[in-house]
């Protein structure tokens, strides 16, 4: 150091300048001028690259798990075509992906003696790649655009898929304490307790879950154990209540045989009556009632007892077909029994008073006839004629009543079928008019 310092100083000045600047690194490299503007162009060329890369990459492991959710819920032939269409987009993909790897490979933009030529080359290769890169970029993005319904409807599936099964299973279990309660009330419930077992395999399927069974058959299957499964629950908490309803059906049908039989047995003196004072055409229909009405009390006696074992069975579906039976068995008994006393009391009423029959029943045809002309100078014949019928045949019926033996049931029945016949003129008449005559009515 002492010798440097007995060198002049232009001389200093010299030397430095004939010496390289020496760095860190160990090398050398001239930072400044065209050359190192190049470099630079094409690392900013090499970085873009990479972002257009890493967006790509994103997009494409973004719109796989899309394409995964829709094929995992939708088999329709849009998402096959969706499916098939992203494979197609993969190797698309995979192609730029390629051409970006060997732009990369194919330039060391940090070699010393890269030279501008080298750097420009490297700029153009790494420009092209990432303009591929965000061609298919944007591609991949509308594509990913058009799934969007597909997509949406997917995951509200998927967002159905647990709670579905878990409302299943709750609904299982409820069923099942239901049945429980039942039998702990001497209830068997033995047809409920094998649907709840049919429906064992149904929740083995539900917990081998939709991976292995797909998103909506899982959803579907989810639904319809729910559906069975509460029905189950619901007939279970109303079986105690309905066992209590036939016992109580079984004691009042039984109460009302026996009300039917003790009035058939006053039928024959009904019919004695009838056949003292009356023409044989006003009684004949009626001449088999006690036997007819024995017969199906006997016939809903055998129901009830059947009915009664399959209740003592706990065959409720059994027991209430049974016991419809026995209704309507009685009920037609009851018509029958009751049609003897109802037509002694009509035949006394009309051969006391005729005329009351007779004007109630020209009443009839007078409304209809008077609805019919209204607005009208003459009426329409699909309604005067049948009026004008229905006149001629009260007319007979009256005349019919001549003689010593009159048939005063016949005389009820034309009377009624005449009344009948009006009230139908004037429904047609207001249908017609589209409610007009409103303040007309038919009296019968």
């Known amino acids: 150091m002492a010798a440097l310092a007995l060198l002049p100083l232009p001389l200093l000045a010299a030397l430095a300048a004939s010496v390289p600047m020496s760095f860190a690194s160990g090398g050398t490299r001239r930072w400044f001028g065209r050359g190192e503007s190049q470099r630079a162009d094409a690392q900013a060329a090499k970085d873009a690259a990479a972002a257009a890369f890493y967006e790509l990459d994103s997009a494409q492991r973004d719109l796989r798990i899309s394409l995964e959710t829709i094929?995992?819920?939708?088999?329709?032939?849009?998402?096959q075509r969706a499916a098939a269409d992203y494979e197609s987009f993969s190797r698309r993909i995979d192609e730029v992906s390629h051409g970006y790897i060997t732009a990369v490979d194919s330039h060391d933009l940090d070699r010393d003696?890269?030279?501008?030529?080298?750097?420009?080359?490297?700029?153009?290769?790494?420009t092209r790649a990432t303009d591929e890169?965000?061609?298919v970029k944007g591609e991949l993005d509308r594509?990913?655009?058009?799934?969007?319904?597909?997509?949406?409807?997917?995951?509200?599936?998927?967002?159905?898929?647990?709670?579905?099964?878990?409302?299943?299973?709750?609904?299982?279990?409820?069923?099942?304490?239901?049945?429980?309660?039942?039998?702990?009330?001497?209830?068997?419930?033995?047809?409920?307790?094998?649907?709840l077992a049919a429906l064992g395999p149904e929740l083995t399927k539900l917990n081998q879950g939709a991976g292995q069974h797909g998103v909506p058959e899982t959803i579907r299957r989810a639904d319809e154990v729910l559906r069975k499964a509460e029905d189950?629950?619901?007939?279970?908490?109303?079986?105690?209540?309905?066992?209590?309803?036939?016992?109580?059906?079984?004691?009042?049908?039984?109460?009302?045989?026996q009300a039917i039989t003790t009035r058939a047995e006053k039928v024959?003196?009904?019919?004695?009556?009838?056949?003292?004072?009356?023409?044989?055409?006003?009684w004949q229909d009626l001449q088999q009632v006690p036997e007819e009405a024995a017969r199906s009390v006997r016939q809903a006696e055998v129901k009830l007892r059947e009915a009664q074992q399959a209740r003592d069975?706990?065959?409720?579906?059994?027991?209430?077909?049974?016991?419809?039976?026995?209704?309507?068995l009685l009920d037609t008994t009851d018509e029958a029994v009751s049609a003897a006393g109802d037509r002694l009391r009509r035949l006394d009423a009309v051969s006391f008073d005729r005329q009351k029959e007779v004007e109630q029943t020209r009443f009839a045809i007078r409304d209809a006839q008077r609805l019919a002309m209204a607005g009208r100078s003459t009426p329409d014949p699909r309604h005067a004629r049948p009026l004008d019928?229905?006149?001629?045949?009260?007319?007979?019926?009256?005349?019919?009543?001549?003689?010593?033996?009159?048939?005063?049931?016949?005389?009820?029945?034309?009377?009624?079928?005449?009344?009948?016949?009006?009230?139908?003129?004037v429904q047609e008449i207001r249908e017609a008019r589209g409610g007009a005559g409103a303040g007309a009515g038919a009296s019968g």
């Not at 003696?113 to 790494?126: E, F, K």
């Open 133 to 135: 890169l965000n061609r």
């Open 313 to 328: 069975e706990q065959r409720w579906a059994d027991a209430t077909s049974l016991l419809a039976t026995v209704r309507a």
């Open 143 to 195: 594509f990913a655009q058009g799934l969007g319904p597909l997509l949406r409807s997917a995951e509200t599936q998927l967002a159905r898929l647990a709670p579905a099964v878990e409302r299943a299973r709750q609904t299982l279990l409820a069923a099942s304490n239901a049945l429980d309660g039942v039998r702990a009330t001497g209830l068997r419930a033995d047809d409920l307790a094998a649907r």
């Open 268 to 282: 024959d003196p009904v019919l004695s009556e009838l056949r003292r004072r009356y023409s044989a055409a006003c």
């Open 71 to 79: 094929t995992a819920v939708d088999s329709s032939p849009q998402a």
């Open 113 to 126: 003696d890269l030279d501008g030529a080298a750097a420009a080359r490297a700029r153009a290769d790494l």
């Open 389 to 425: 019928d229905a006149v001629a045949r009260l007319e007979r019926a009256v005349a019919g009543l001549e003689g010593r033996h009159p048939d005063w049931w016949h005389f009820l029945t034309e009377t009624e079928a005449v009344r009948q016949t009006a009230a139908r003129v």
């Open 232 to 257: 189950i629950r619901a007939e279970a908490e109303r079986l105690p209540a309905r066992a209590a309803e036939l016992d109580k059906r079984l004691v009042s049908l039984r109460t009302r045989a």
